[in-house]
């Protein structure tokens, strides 16, 4: 690990002002993906700032009648919390699929959104990665590939987004919560929070540098069977090959669909969330419409259709 400088903030501004008078600075609060990141010289910032003190780890309700989540929140008070068990199962679902009870005491609601991806080439200094060296190339396109992405790949990155949340969030229709050193706030739709990796993968979220995340809107609570179906290899400590969450409304007349480990961003295409009463075939032709797939990961196509299959299943009772 590089040694950096450091610093605590005392408010939002206050943090964000110190990331953009430090150019090379992050913040860190859980610290569960940026120091690992670190030890292996795949991020190198010169300096950090503390984001611990901030107050932002309680939920509130909402006037609209949702729930706001403090961006420091952790993982395992935000799956464990009544309001989200009662009206957001999905989301309690999701997180506790998501890591190790050890994990989730340390990780936060903003850090699950920022986390980078478990591309094995862009933890492995030694090969191509656009990701981590812009311009590098991509070693995972003609390389080992299977847990890659199938839909809004590019020819410059298939990695996956690896936050089991973030696909929950996605089919909530949550907003994310930030504010720059400015002291100004803006809110964006989780639909539009990460970006597809396009020509530049580098760039993995609509963040401008120095903005802070400060927390997560979710509107107020959708009826139906909240569900959430992980696949992968092992039954722990393991990222999705693919992951469906799901609010299903009684009788599977409809409902609402998102996906992980199908794509660089959490994945929802709400024209095909019409096809539900038609079955898990319909739904899934509409979900893969233009997925493009290498030998090693065609499986994920059938995967999605059994998956949904069973996520049906489960809403039927």
């Known amino acids: 690990m590089k040694a950096f400088t450091y610093e605590r903030a005392s408010t939002p501004a206050e943090a964000a002002a110190m990331v953009v008078r430090n150019p090379g600075s992050r913040f860190i609060a859980g610290g569960t993906n940026l120091l690992d990141l670190m030890k292996l010289q795949i991020e190198t910032p010169q300096h950090l700032v503390d984001v611990n003190h901030l ?162 809107t979710l509107p107020a609570p959708i009826g139906g069977v909240h569900s959430y179906h992980k696949v992968r290899d092992r039954a722990s400590y393991a990222f999705a090959l693919i992951s469906v969450a799901a609010v299903i409304e009684p009788g599977g007349r409809g409902g609402r669909l998102a996906f992980g480990g199908l794509a660089h961003k959490p994945w929802r295409v709400e024209a095909a969330e019409t096809n539900i009463p038609s079955g898990a075939k319909a739904t899934a032709a509409g979900v893969l419409a233009g997925a493009r797939t290498t030998p090693q990961n065609a499986f994920k196509l059938p995967l999605v259709e059994r998956t949904l299959a069973a996520v049906f299943a489960e809403a039927k009772g």
């Open 55 to 216: 107050k932002l780890d309680t939920i509130e309700a909402t006037p609209e009648g949702g729930l706001w989540i403090g961006a420091l929140v952790r993982n395992t008070d935000l799956a464990a919390d009544k309001r989200v068990r009662k009206d957001y199962g999905v989301l309690s679902r999701a997180l506790l699929a998501g890591a190790s009870g050890q994990l989730r005491n340390k990780a936060t609601t903003a850090g699950n959104l920022l986390q980078r991806t478990r591309c094995p080439y862009f933890y492995d200094t030694t090969k191509p990665c656009n990701k981590r060296q812009p311009g590098a190339g991509c070693a995972a396109i003609g390389g080992f590939n299977r847990i890659h992405a199938v839909l809004g790949a590019s020819d410059q990155c298939i990695a996956t987004h690896p936050s089991d949340m973030a696909v929950a969030m996605r089919l909530l229709d949550a907003k994310v919560e930030t504010v720059d050193a400015s002291g100004t706030a803006r809110s964006i739709p989780i639909a539009d929070f990460h970006r597809l990796p396009g020509a530049t993968p580098e760039v993995e979220t609509a963040l401008v540098p120095g903005e802070l995340i400060t927390g997560v």
